[in-house]
């Protein structure tokens, strides 16, 4: 291990969404061992269980390591209500968050919408990360070292256009292809960390944020939604040319460890340094992003006739806690 691989967690309240497979799971293991108390979610609540059970019989566990506690909650990031609801219950268990790692994500989806009727990678990957983020802010807060972690990938570089809000809402057609998606909410993720970090430090919020690149690794179920026969032709080159999974979560643990002081929030993070955006990650198309997120926002509040008063109490207390641009 390296040297920053060793910081003690013990005593730190890390969620992290994605967290039954894959980079998720593998970072859960790593700070788990650090002594954190480790949160995580799930869609289904079998795999779950499993998750926990991969956490608290890994390797080191009664080895000397400290070890932490676990907890699981379920949270459907495409479901704006099932979001809230998360949230709440998060609240009422806990009184603050260390670190919010944004891990989650779909890849290789045919087209559909959410139920909340936003393209399914986008509802996953981007905007059920920034209603999370808004709803638990006030906890990160309460941290003397908050800090939130996004996991993007580097094919965001390939995005050359953003389409409108109403393409995204299923309302107009668009040249849909399963890749451009996929990188659309990835490049998502990089203009949210751009925006938030300047709206968290306009609005002398103390909690930092961090984009990572984890790059090409293999052994995660992300693309577990693609045709069998293009897996099935991967395989080898993945085998060949991928990082294991040590190695694809190097950037968020280290963004996850590592004092805010010695980090730069909003900036984008790979190999535990730091690296310049594409062209696409302006503060123009940061501030256009966040737009589109609270639109994507108002227009459940309108439609969705399933909210509680409640929910839409929590909602509109969410939307005001970042007013300063």
Request: with cysteine; hydrophobic share 40%; proline share 2%.
């Amino acid at each position: 291990m390296s040297a920053r691989q060793l910081y003690d967690m013990a005593g730190k309240f890390v969620l992290i969404t994605g967290s039954t497979s894959g980079l998720g799971l593998h970072t859960a293991k790593n700070l788990f061992l650090r002594g954190a108390t480790v949160i995580l979610t799930c869609r289904d609540e079998v795999r779950g269980r499993a998750a926990l059970e991969a956490v608290q019989s890994q390797p080191g566990v009664n080895e000397g390591s400290p070890g932490g506690r676990l907890h699981l909650f379920t949270l459907d990031l495409t479901c704006y209500q099932s979001t809230l609801t998360f949230c709440h219950e998060i609240k009422q268990h806990f009184d603050r968050i260390d670190v919010l790692i944004n891990n989650a994500g779909v890849m290789g989806l045919a087209f559909e919408l959410s139920r909340n009727g936003i393209e399914m990678h986008f509802a996953t990957n981007a905007f059920g990360h920034y209603v999370l983020v808004n709803n638990l802010l006030t906890l990160l807060e309460k941290s003397d070292d908050g800090r939130i972690v996004i996991v993007s990938s580097g094919l965001y570089k390939g995005v050359d256009h953003i389409p409108s809000i109403r393409q995204l809402m299923g309302e107009h057609d668009w040249d849909y292809q399963a890749r451009f998606a996929y990188a659309l909410s990835k490049l998502a993720n990089c203009l949210h960390a751009v925006e938030l970090a300047k709206r968290l430090t306009a609005n002398r919020c103390s909690t930092k944020v961090y984009a990572i690149r984890p790059g090409f690794v293999g052994g995660t179920e992300l693309g577990r939604e693609t045709h069998w026969l293009l897996r099935t032709l991967a395989s080898p080159v993945i085998w060949l040319f991928s990082k294991n999974l040590d190695q694809g979560i190097e950037s968020i643990v280290h963004c996850a460890v590592t004092r805010n002081d010695e980090l730069t929030s909003g900036a984008l993070y790979h190999g535990c340094q730091e690296e310049p955006y594409g062209p696409m990650v302006t503060q123009e198309n940061a501030a256009d992003m966040w737009k589109m997120f609270r639109r994507m926002e108002e227009l459940i509040l309108i439609r969705c006739h399933t909210l509680t008063e409640d929910d839409r109490r929590q909602a509109e207390e969410a939307r005001r806690v970042l007013p300063k641009s």
